[in-house]
């Protein structure tokens, strides 16, 4: 079938996994409407996606398992070798004795014998049990830096997770993971966009061959209704007039000019299909300039993600697990 817009891919360094599209949708809704969610993901393989983005803790492993079932079923892909498919450990399972146990789990959910990506979700730690969100801030426990990652390499070795990584991991985080790596991740996917342009994390993950993926890259995550700074930016406003796209698109072509890949989250066709057509023009030099020079703000910390804000933090110091880094 024709696609609408040919997807560039970036080879990962481990070069056991096919390389990653440069664009992947994302499946994190809250809340989570199964039909909806499984329709859109059809919509996207029929506009060209071939890169998914899920993990444990959303609930979506089961609808885009079968989503991905039946697109094979329906010829849009030809086989699972197609389709690029992140998965994510969950804090309640960084230990190291669930690390396996949970992408088994994983895999059952999504009815594939092995993912291209494995990530650590948060270099946070909770006490074993059910996923609870928001978690109590005395169930944080000190990360097992060494043995988590360890079992994540053997997660790799086994064929189950083609390339393993991290997600939401600091340049601190990363030193403790290299510190007892074998196999070095591949990716490390943050929250990354115009207005938090994660200059240190970008320079430091170049210089280890860790390829950035970038969620909420047009500024979500934004759930207390203050608005969203990527989208009512009014210097991407500006460049999106004078280039004839939408600020979304300059949102996204700016990211992949950055050597990033965007995971970008709609469940709508139509944005679904404008968030594609990212790779046939280019920002000018006066438009980077612009863009670099906009103030920073960050919208995601583990304290108010993760954690409800009552009780206290008994066993970890709250700089271990923060993920706010200039």
């Not at 056991?16 to 993901?41: C, H, Q, S, W, Y």
């Not at 899920?54 to 030809?78: I, P, Q």
Request: some cysteine.
């Amino acid at each position: 079938m024709a696609f609408t817009t040919a997807v560039p891919e970036v080879a990962l360094r481990s070069g056991n996994a096919r390389p990653m599209p440069a664009i992947g949708m994302g499946t994190a809704k809250f809340p989570l409407v199964p039909e909806t969610a499984m329709d859109a993901v059809l919509a996207a393989v029929e506009l060209g996606y071939r890169h998914f983005d899920t993990a444990s803790m959303y609930g979506t492993e089961l609808l885009l398992g079968d989503a991905l079932a039946e697109a094979l079923r329906r010829g849009l892909v030809a086989s699972r070798e197609e389709v690029f498919v992140t998965t994510k450990l969950w804090c309640t399972q960084c230990h190291p004795h669930l690390v396996l146990p949970s992408l088994r789990e994983s895999l059952q959910n999504l009815q594939m014998e092995y993912v291209d990506l494995y990530l650590i979700h948060w270099p946070v730690c909770l006490k074993p049990g059910p996923r609870v969100f928001p978690a109590k801030r005395e169930d944080a426990v000190p990360f097992d830096f060494e043995g988590v990652w360890r079992e994540m390499e053997e997660c790799h070795r086994l064929g189950l997770a083609k390339d393993i990584g991290v997600s939401n991991f600091t340049t601190w985080h990363l030193d403790k993971i290299l510190a007892a790596a074998t196999i070095p991740p591949a990716v490390n996917q943050v929250e990354l966009n115009p207005v938090w342009q994660q200059r240190k994390l970008r320079a430091y993950c170049a210089e280890k061959s860790i390829h950035v993926a970038a969620y909420s890259p047009l500024g979500g995550q934004n759930w207390s209704g203050e608005g969203n700074p990527v989208l009512e930016s009014e210097v991407l406003a500006e460049i999106a007039k004078a280039r004839g796209k939408s600020v979304a698109q300059v949102a996204l072509r700016w990211i992949y000019e950055q050597g990033l890949t965007p995971i970008v989250k709609s469940f709508s066709k139509d944005r679904l299909k404008q968030n594609l057509e990212i790779f046939d023009w280019e920002l000018t030099d006066d438009d980077l300039i612009k863009i670099s020079q906009i103030p920073q703000k960050k919208i995601v910390t583990a304290a108010d993600v993760i954690f409800s804000p009552e009780g206290e933090f008994t066993s970890v110091k709250l700089s271990d697990i923060e993920v706010v880094e200039e």
